[in-house]
């Protein structure tokens, strides 16, 4: 038996998020992963990975879906020798800071965009996330059968947008009825696309050299010339592939294909496991913890609560840093300071939960928990730390929580804390007349959070909207200029769950006007 993972074996670990906005097909896409993988049989089986889109909010209905969603969290397959990890960022009605969260937990992600709609609005907010930590990003431009926006329109809003540099590896030979393929810039490979669901397209000829006659005997003189004119414009106009810049996050390689006709998947996915990183080294608030060390260590990121009264249990997602985890060894909370030990660590492999015996870095496990557990807690074999990068991100929307039974003002306590802790919502307090302000970035977690407290607690209460659109963190070295601020600002100043001051804006006009008066104070976003 070996002690921590070799370091081949570790280099050939892939642990990832594929973030979208809702019906680019991001489950599609993870369902062919899955299928190139070898994972799942047959096309189909995620779908229950995605909460459908209700037309009401029917929560209970919703969250027997995302019952079913916990099995997909994260989704292991083996794919030419490499391990990899998806790690689910949901994003229908169930969109929430958890979504945010997951984000800290990959070491890099793929980027769905559909070719018709270009950059939406989830996919800002999820990449501002992954910009924050420079985590590298490969593009799949999806939906290319059908009518979309011109290709370099497209780049250049991925540009403007999302503030990544781009650099197509694949280039499209027309779009929607007169999609053809691709030709691939990298291997110099025309890949002829043909719509198909179920089989993976194998027309693939090598053209090494563009001026060659086969190209237009293939695709047509017309197409041929465009190809040849757009190749010899990309080279002037992008940044060659450069893997270092790809790790540090600022150059974005670039597919165009048709997830749910199998088309331009492999090349995805060869590109993939070949310059993605492997687990990478995460700081703590006393040293970086490189994944090849020998002791165990692992945080939580995402804490699942099962809603219904007859299964009471939680599972606490733990991503695993560096050494060998193993199931029923003891291992230290270093906020509770207390050994715990965790008999059924479950591992997730497609659609199917298992017990794992043992798992290693860049994996993810869930360790059932009955309310012990906070998101960002660090687990170690004795050495006192705490990861750093698991923020809290600022919410969107805001609601002062309103006790409707006074005599459960105690329990309505006790619960608002601990759902907190769990990550459901935000908690501010204005300490003038001890408003209590609840924050989330999904509507849906309102719902959770009443339905919760009823159940768990036996509290009732109500929300009343409040027009605030972000909280803010906010720093300076000059304590007087805080303490000035704080002062002057008193009606936007609330209090988070750790007594730090956090503006909240009510608009952005606000946030702009607050910026300029106050030049020395830093705003963030994140609590960290
Ligand atoms: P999401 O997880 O990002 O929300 O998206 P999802 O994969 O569910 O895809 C959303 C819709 O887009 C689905 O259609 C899916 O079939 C379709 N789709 C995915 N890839 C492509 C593509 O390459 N070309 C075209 N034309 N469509 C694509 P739906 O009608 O909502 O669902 P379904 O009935 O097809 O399952």
Known sequence: MHLVLKKEDLNKRRTFGIISHPDAGKTTLTEKLLLFGGAIQTAGAVKSNKITKTATSDFMEIEKQRGISVATSVMGFEYKNYKVNILDTPGHKDFAEDTYRTLTAVDSVILVIDCVKGVEEQTRKLMEVCRMRNTPVIVFINKMDREGLDPYDLLDEIEKKLSIHTCPLTWPIGIGNTFQGVYNLFEKQLELFSP???????????????????????????????????????????????????????????????AVNN????ELLDTFVRIAPSPLPRHTDTREILPDEKDFSGFIFKIHANLDPNHRDR?????????????????????????????????????????VEEAFPGDVIGLYDTGSFKIGDTLTEGEQMTFKGIPRFSPEI?????????????????????????????????????????????ELQFEVIQFRLLQEYGASCSFYPMNYIKACWFSCSDKQVIAKFIATKNRHITYDKDERPVFMADSEWNLRMTKEAFPEIEFHYTSE
């Open 196 to 258: 198909n669901k179920t089989k993976i397209s194998e027309d693939i000829y090598e053209i090494k050299d563009l001026s060659d006659p086969e190209l237009d005997k293939r695709i047509g003189q017309d197409a041929a010339a465009k190809l040849r004119d757009d190749a010899s414009l990309i080279e002037g106009v992008y940044e060659g592939f450069q893997e270092e810049l790809y790790l540090d996050g600022y150059l974005a390689p670039v597919f165009f294909g048709s």
């Open 263 to 266: 088309f331009g998947i492999r």
């Open 315 to 355: 599972i606490a997602f733990c991503r695993i840093v560096s050494g060998k985890f193993e199931r029923n060894k003891f291992y230290y909370n270093t906020r509770l300071e207390k050994k715990l030990r965790f008999s059924s660590p479950a591992s997730f492999m497609a659609n199917e939960k298992n017990i």
């Open 398 to 442: 805001f609601k002062e929580l309103i006790n409707k039974d006074p005599f459960k003002a105690k329990q309505l306590e006790k619960g608002i804390r601990q759902l907190t802790d769990e990550g459901v919502a935000q908690l501010f307090t204005q300490p003038t007349g001890n408003v209590r302000i609840i924050g989330t970035v999904g």
